[in-house]
């Protein structure tokens, strides 16, 4: 009985740790990337726009967990995510 009690809380405690998100993501807001000039970057596609190495690619329409690039009307737009706190 004792066993079982033990597997019990490990997979309990497994599951939490998988559930884990240190950002809860209640939407996104969208910037323009501007160059130095002012202008917008312009883009055929998301790959086209700058962004550093921790910035991706968005791959979807839904909110990121993090922050990431796409190309939207020709103009590249940078979607950051808001935390729900």
Do not use: H, K, W
């Not at 309990?12 to 969208?30: F, M, P, Q, T, Y």
């Amino acid at each position: 009985m004792r066993f079982l009690g033990r597997v019990g809380f490990a997979a309990i405690s497994a599951a939490g740790l998988l559930g884990c998100n240190d950002l809860e993501v209640c939407g996104s807001r969208r910037e323009t990337l501007l160059a130095t000039d002012g202008n917008a970057y312009r883009c055929t596609t998301a790959e086209d726009c700058p962004r550093s190495s921790r910035v991706f690619v968005c791959v979807t329409d839904v909110s990121p967990e993090q922050e990431c690039v796409t190309c939207s009307d020709t103009v590249c737009t940078r979607i950051i995510p808001e935390s729900c706190n």
